[in-house]
Structure formats: structure tokens, C-alpha cells
């Protein structure tokens, strides 16, 4: 009885510490339009809160949004378009937080296990997607485009950044091979060689240097050991002159590129000086130009507030002379019905005397003759005043056609008469 309660104690532990295997076959438990569903969400949300590592949380995220397809599936077939679409804003809400979350993972090589993982879950989901697009009513065919859309670019995404990881990744190998050849310059391995002749040397003179009986042997290899201690201390000579060279080139390349970092700037802030002269040019050329397009502007407004005034002006004395007009041409037609009754009235046989009596008899008055002559002068004036009128409207058109430039000195002269200054 102990070991059943301890074997059913472990198995119920199994079944909350082991992860959910992500894939397109996962049960959907419980499903949208289910009162459980909310607190189901809500735990996954606040177990995805509590997830402070990117990676553990992408891959968390990958497993909910692999349950949300398996509830699109299950609701599919019960044809509710409201459930299926909460279940799909479920789903690429977890899609997009995988995405985003890959983007934090540091290590280059989880990073792009991640990313493969999303590429092919994408994959896969967009067939299953595809497959549920066919079963759904109408009204929800919309929302699993969106979500096969959603799909698709989380895939999109993913390639791109395991494309842009495995270029870094590249980078970095070169930059180490660049290091490599770098550091196997000639000097570094005459220096090592040096390093060991000199480190040889010591340990032969100290090999050589161990107090012995006076013998003839050891009188006979004293010899050596002085050359010896003559070649380790001309080694040491060399050494120290090849280091206080090496120094010296260096100091001397520091030097160079000192001096060619200061030319670069020079040749920089000469650059950026005439970079800002000409900006300064350009400037002061704009705004020549804008002040010329100003006084041009200003002279045109001026210029067709001048045209507006005038043919005002113009319009007014137009109509003036179209009121002269008319009245003149009413007394003309007054003189003219005066002259044709006094004819009527000459050319009437009465006894009666209807001129002047004299003592030659009667003599006839005949206003016919003032009466052509007030006839002839209101003529005159009516073609005078329809003169003016008609160069009036000349001028008027010409103002409107061309402004002030169609304009003429003689046309200036002319409403000059009239009152009209230019």
C-alpha cells in the first residue's frame, strides 16, 4: 500500500514538473466559450510572467500557441466563429512573444536551435491553419487568413534572424583567423627563438657551474664554462638589443600613426570648413534669390493693385460716357421730332399768316435750320463720346490681357484726359 501511494505521489509530480511536447497533435483541453477557459489563459499568463529566462519563455509560449491550434481545430468543427476567433488572438499573441523573446536569448547557438524550432512550428501550423480555413463558416474564414498570415511572418522572422545570426557567427570566425595570422608574425617567433637560446644557456651554465673535486677533468672544462658564460651574455646582449629595436619600431609606427591620425583630422576639419562655406553660400545665395522672389512679388501686388484701380477707374468713366451717350442721343431724337413737325407744319396751306406779318406780307419762320443745327452738334458730340468710349474699352481689354505691359505711352496720354494717373 506504501509503495502505491508513493508511486501515485510521483507520477502526479511527473505530470506538473514534465514539459508539454510541443505539436500540431497537442489535446486542446479546455476550449474557447468554456467557462474554464479565462482561468486557463490567466495561468498560462502568469506562469509566462513569472518565466524571467527569454529562452524558457519563448519555448513556453511556442507550447501555448501549439494548444491555441489544437483548440482552432476542435472549435472548428462545432462551427463557433466567436470562440475560433479567440482562440486565433490567443494564438498569434503567443507567436509573436516567441518571436520577440528569441531576440533576447544571448548564446548564439540556443538562439538559432530556437529559431529553427519557430520556423518549422510555423510551418507545420500554417498546413493545419490551412486545413481548419476549409471547415470554418464564413464569417471566420478572416480571422484564420490573419492568423495563417501571423504565421508566416513569425516564420519570415525567424529565418531572417537565424540568417543574421549565422553572418555574426561568421564574422567572428574570421575576426579570430585575422587575430591568428596576426599574431604569427616573424618578429614574435624570432623573439620566442631568443627566449629559448637565452633560457638553454642559463641552464647549461648552471649544469656547468656545480662545485666539483679539483681535478685535471674540471681544470680542462673550466674553459668551457667561461665561453660559455660569454655566449649566454653576448645572447643576452643581442636580445636586449633586438627588444630596445622592436621598442623602437614600435614607438616609431605609434609615432607615424599619430601623425597620420592628426593629418586625418586636419584633412577632416578642412573638409567640414568647406562643407559649411558652401553651406553658408548656398545659404546666403537662397536667400538672395528669396529676397528678389519677395521684391517681385511685392512689385506684382503693387502692380495689379495699380490695374485693379485703374480699370476701376476705367469701368466708372465707361459708364459715364454711356449715360453722356444716351442723353445725347435722347436730344438728338428730340431735335430731330422738333424739326420734322415745324416741316410738317411749313408745308401746311392755311389762310391764316403762320409767320411774321410785314408790309411785304407774310413771311414764314422756319426753325428747321437751328433745329439741324443743334442736330449737327449733339452729332458731333455723340461721335466724340463714342470715340472715347470705344479706346476706353481698348485699353480696358488690354489691361486684362496683359496688364500694365500691354499698355502704351499714347494710351498712359490718353487716361491722362480723364483724370487717370498711371
Known sequence: MKKLTTLTILFISLAFVAPIQASAATSAGVKPGSFFYFFDTTFENINLFFTFNSESKAKKALEYADERLAEIEAVAEEKNPDAIKTAIANYESNIALATEKSKEVKDNGQAETLLNSIADNASKNQEVLSAVLIKVPDEAKEAITQAIEASKKGQEEAIKQIAELKSEVEKLKNEVAELKKESNNPQADEVEKLKKEVEALKKQSATQSVPKQPTQTSQ???????????????????????????????????????????????????????????????????????????????????????????????????????????????????????????????????????????????????????????????????????????????????????????????????????????
Open 220 to 422: 680542462i672544462v673550466k674553459p668551457d664554462v667561461d665561453n660559455s658564460s660569454a655566449i649566454q651574455a653576448e645572447v643576452q646582449r643581442q636580445a636586449e638589443a633586438f627588444f630596445k629595436a622592436k621598442q623602437e619600431q614600435d614607438a616609431l609606427i605609434a609615432q607615424q600613426k599619430a601623425e597620420s591620425d592628426r593629418q586625418e583630422r586636419i584633412e577632416a576639419i578642412k573638409k567640414q570648413q568647406a562643407i559649411d562655406r558652401a553651406n553658408e553660400e548656398a545659404k546666403d545665395a537662397q536667400s538672395r534669390v528669396d529676397a528678389q522672389k519677395q521684391q517681385a512679388q511685392e512689385k506684382l501686388e503693387e502692380e495689379n493693385k495699380l490695374v485693379a484701380k485703374i480699370e476701376s477707374q476705367i469701368t466708372s468713366y465707361l459708364q459715364k460716357l454711356e449715360t453722356q451717350i444716351l442723353e445725347v442721343k435722347q436730344k438728338i431724337a428730340i431735335d430731330e421730332a422738333i424739326a420734322r413737325s415745324a416741316a410738317n407744319s411749313a408745308s401746311k396751306s392755311t389762310t391764316e399768316c403762320q409767320g411774321t406779318k410785314t408790309s411785304n406780307g407774310c413771311v414764314i419762320n422756319s426753325p428747321t435750320i437751328s433745329f439741324n443745327v443743334g442736330s449737327a452738334v449733339n452729332g458731333s458730340i455723340l461721335a466724340q463720346l463714342v470715340e472715347r468710349r470705344n479706346a476706353l474699352n481698348v485699353i480696358q481689354s488690354k489691361l486684362k490681357e496683359s496688364g500694365s505691359n500691354g499698355i502704351t505711352e499714347s494710351d498712359k496720354i490718353f487716361l491722362t484726359s480723364f483724370g487717370i494717373s498711371w
